[in-house]
C-alpha cells in the first residue's frame, strides 16, 4: 500500500511538472510577446514524457532533442522557398520520412515540429530557439530522472508505416485541395496521431472514433477559451485541466489532446473559430483511412495463413 501512494505521488507530481513546463512556455512567449515561442507538439511532449513515460519515445533519450529539432530545422528552411504553400507540406513530409528513416527513429513527434513552421508560417528563429531549448529540457528530465528505466533502447522499427503514412497523407491533402480547404491539408497533432495509429498492434474502430471524439473536443475547448478569455497563462492553464479531466473521462492517453488547445496561439487568426470543425473532418478522414488500411492488413494476413 505504501508502494502504491509513493508511486500515485509521484504520477500526481510528474503531471505537475509536466504542466508547469507547458505554462511556462506560454509565459515565456506573453512576456516576449512573441506566440512562436509557443509549440503545442512540446505540450504532447511534456506529458508523454514526463507523465505518460510512454516507452516508445523515451527508449532513445537522445532522440527526444535531436529529431523534433532536425525536422524544425527542415520544415523552417522549406518554408522559405518560393513553392505553393501544399508544395511545401509535401516536401516536408517526405524529407521528414526520409531522415526518420536515415536516423532509425519512430519518435512521431517530429512529423509535428516538421510541418509546424509550415502550418503557422514560422519566419523568426525564435521558433527553433524554442524547439532546441524545450525538448533539451524534456530531454535532461527523462535522463535525469531516470524515466527511460528498463526500457530497452532498440525495438523493431517498421518502416513500411511511414510510406503508408505518406499515401494516406497525399490522398487527403489532395481531397482538402479539391474541395478548396487547402488549410485542412495537414494539422500537426492529427498528423502524429495518425502515424502512432498505424504502429498499433490492434486499432478498431473504437479507437478511431475515440481520438475524433478527443481531438475534436479538445480542439473546441482550447478554441473557445482563447477566444473568450484575454490572457494567455489563464486559458492554457485551464485547456490542460479541462484536457485531463477529458482524458479521464474517455479512459483514453492520447497527448496529442494536450497540444490542441495551443494551436488558436500560433494559427492564422481568420483560420482559428474553424478549427473544431477543421479537427473533426481531418480526423474523421484520416483515421478512417488508417482504419481501412489495417482492415485491409489483416484481410491479407489471414489469407496468408488460411
Known amino acids: 500500500m505504501f508502494h502504491a501512494k509513493n508511486e500515485q505521488s509521484g504520477i500526481v507530481i510528474s503531471y505537475l511538472l509536466a504542466i508547469g513546463f507547458i505554462l511556462a512556455m506560454v509565459l515565456a512567449a506573453d512576456v516576449l510577446n512573441d506566440a512562436e515561442i509557443i509549440l503545442p507538439e512540446i505540450a504532447a511532449m511534456a506529458i508523454a514524457l514526463w507523465a505518460y513515460r510512454e516507452k516508445g519515445w523515451v527508449r532513445q533519450p537522445e532522440k527526444i532533442f535531436i529529431a523534433p529539432s532536425a525536422t524544425a530545422i527542415i520544415g523552417f528552411a522549406i518554408n522559405f522557398l518560393d513553392i505553393t504553400y501544399i508544395a511545401k507540406l509535401i516536401l516536408a513530409l517526405v524529407l521528414m520520412a526520409v531522415f526518420l528513416r536515415i536516423i532509425r527513429s519512430n519518435f512521431a513527434p517530429s512529423l509535428a515540429t516538421g510541418v509546424l513552421p509550415i502550418v503557422t508560417n514560422a519566419t523568426h528563429f525564435s521558433f527553433l530557439a524554442a524547439i532546441f531549448i524545450t525538448t533539451f529540457l524534456l530531454m535532461l528530465g527523462v535522463i535525469l530522472f531516470k ?85 494567455w497563462v489563464l486559458v492554457a492553464a485551464l485547456d490542460m485541466a479541462i484536457v485531463y479531466v477529458l482524458l479521464r473521462v474517455f479512459a483514453a492517453r492520447i497527448p496529442a489532446a494536450y497540444a490542441f488547445p495551443l494551436l488558436p496561439y500560433v494559427f492564422p487568426a481568420e483560420s482559428v473559430p474553424q478549427l473544431p470543425y477543421a479537427a473533426a473532418v481531418v480526423s474523421a478522414a484520416l483515421f478512417g483511412m488508417v482504419l481501412l488500411y489495417r482492415y485491409y492488413e489483416n484481410a491479407r494476413l489471414v489469407e496468408r495463413t488460411a
Do not use: C
Not at 499515401?167 to 492529427?190: C, T
Not at 495518425?194 to 481520438?211: C, D, N, T
Open 147 to 231: 524515466l527511460n528505466k528498463g526500457v530497452p533502447r532498440d525495438a523493431p522499427v517498421k518502416y513500411k508505416y511511414m510510406a503508408v503514412f505518406l499515401v494516406i497523407h497525399l490522398i487527403w491533402i489532395g481531397v482538402a485541395v479539391a474541395a478548396g480547404y487547402p488549410h485542412m491539408a495537414v494539422i500537426p497533432p492529427i498528423t502524429v496521431v495518425v502515424y502512432e495509429s498505424l504502429q498499433m498492434p490492434m486499432y478498431m474502430a473504437k479507437m478511431a472514433l475515440k481520438q475524433t471524439a478527443v481531438l475534436t473536443l479538445s480542439a473546441t475547448i482550447g478554441t473557445l477559451l482563447y477566444l473568450n478569455i484575454d490572457s
